[in-house]
């Protein structure tokens, strides 16, 4: 199968997990979405359960070509990387939802004098969501560098094993499979957080990307690294697959064998929620070593390279486009209406129907972000976040 240094197919499962990602977080409308583009209401998985951790899984890869580069050492140089790192991904995430709060906020306030209502929506801060996707991936690539750079890499594997064992004593012992206000996450993050600061599950404070549900994700990350490891440490893409299929086959079938007495919830990342992704995730990267690397299959790809060479820039600018989509007001027919109602109810709906119409808004936003990718592509930027 031949031998390669430079695995093109990383940037391609890169940007399929990307393009999912913002895919399934932009549909027309939230009442009218395909089942495969929704989430499990709890336990269960579905297509969109996917994209994040397969993000994660990634991550976890780049993680290891990153650091290899500085030979894993733990000096003030690479330290300060890894926290820098961190502190921008994170604050990134907080100015999002600072954003997306201070538009909901000033529409909402309609009533008071422009400037009021402009300081009241800025200054915001008690309602802030404080954690949320990028956050969590500040978090988890932290503590991630910080395991590779201290920690011998042959005992990640037991690390993470060891930290989802502990994890499902905690859910037990907590009523974690429990979609209430009694779930031990929900009342950690509650303590710690406080629950204006807390994303809202049908009126219970049950955040999906709480401090408590970190600590397996970060195994998701862990196992991503060591993943990375097992494929990089060789160029021959024959021992590369094997490994990757091998390794992923048994995660997979280890976290759906112990669903019967865990079952895999992505809302509180439950340990085979953890298992199952990160061996769907190594099986789907050794599908596509063979198909881009080994068979050269490519054309198809450039699509998603687009947008797996700038991935968190993208899916950032992703996230502005929709507040603003959202935020931006104007009056249509005597009624004010924002660009996304304007786009999805008077032009595609009416034509479409619900579930369609909703789904080519989501792919109309999604071929806006790749043109962005695309440019950026084209003209050899690549923005690091």
Sequence with gaps: MGTNNRLLSLDVLRGITIAGMILVNNPGSWSYIYAPLAHANWNGLTPTDLVFPFFMFIMGISTYISLKKYQFRHNFATLQKILKRVSVIFLIGVGIAWLSLFFRIYHDSGELPFWQRLGTAAWNFENIRILGVMQRLALTY?????????????????GAGGILFLYFFILY???????????????IDRAILGVNHMYKDGGIALDPEGLLSTIPSVCHVLIGFYCGKMTLETNDNFKRILRLFIFGTILTFSGFLLSYGCPINKKIWSPTFVLTTCGLGASFLALLIWIVDCKGYKKWSLFFESFGVNPLFIYVAAGVISILIRSIYFTYSGESVNIQKYVYSIILQPVLGDYFGSFVFALGFITICWLIGYILYKKKIFIKI
């Design 142 to 158: 932290g503590a991630t560098a910080l395991i590779a750079i201290f920690i011998r890499h042959k005992y990640i594997p037991y």
């Design 173 to 187: 012992f907590g009523n974690g499979f429990e979609k209430s206000g009694n779930n031990i996450i929900s009342i």
